[in-house]
């Protein structure tokens, strides 16, 4: 577990293309514990699920921002739903992140507390397939604490994820993603 927390810092710090001076600027703030949940709503049938694992890293200085999830960390309620979308759609064992790394389309003033209409544009990968996305959200720096939350839907054809058709009016064609992540300063 440890050296997947390490080797997971060390993905994003490579994604940021952050060094220890940046570090020791103090201009990182991270968590290891976002939250990330998604839902598909159609007549037949609501899915819902919820990971509380995703990690992120923001550099206050650059603006740049790297997003990373484990696919497999997803929770359903229903465990039949959770193996289907690990199995058949999202593919786990062969794509088993989610990542997103870009920057900030305008400039914070982190020194400040306030709430802020945000956007990032970036890289934005699920099931192997990347995507430039712009992702539109709030950013709400209270303190020493940076909280970011978005709305955002990803149709499933943008990543070529496929549904059977067996199950195809069961599952939306796009999903809606919602997000909520609280960061704090990052200590070495």
Do not use: C, W
Not at 75 to 102: C, D, R
Not at 145 to 161: C, G, P, R, Y
């Amino acid at each position: 577990m440890k050296r997947h927390i390490v080797l997971s810092v060390i993905f994003l710090m490579t994604i940021l293309g952050v060094g220890g001076k940046t570090f020791a600027q103090g201009g990182m703030f991270a968590t290891a514990a976002g939250n990330t949940s998604f839902s598909s709503v159609t007549p037949m049938e609501n899915i819902f699920a919820e990971n509380k694992k995703t990690q992120v890293l923001l550099n206050t200085t650059t603006g740049e921002i790297a997003i990373r999830m484990t696919m497999r960390d997803f929770v359903f309620p229903n465990k039949l739903m959770q193996e289907h979308f690990n199995e058949n759609y999202i593919e786990s064992a062969k794509f088993p992140t989610g990542t997103f790394s870009g920057k900030l389309d305008q400039t914070i003033d982190f020194t400040k507390d306030g709430s802020y209409d945000a956007s990032a544009t970036g890289n934005f990968t699920i099931h192997g397939v990347a995507k430039t996305r712009t992702l539109r959200g709030k950013l709400k720096v209270e303190g020493s604490k940076i909280t970011i939350s978005s709305d955002f839907e990803v149709a499933l054809t943008d990543h070529k994820i496929e549904v059977p058709q067996i199950v195809f009016v069961k599952i939306a064609q796009s999903i809606k993603v919602k997000s909520e992540y609280i960061l704090s300063p990052y200590k070495k």
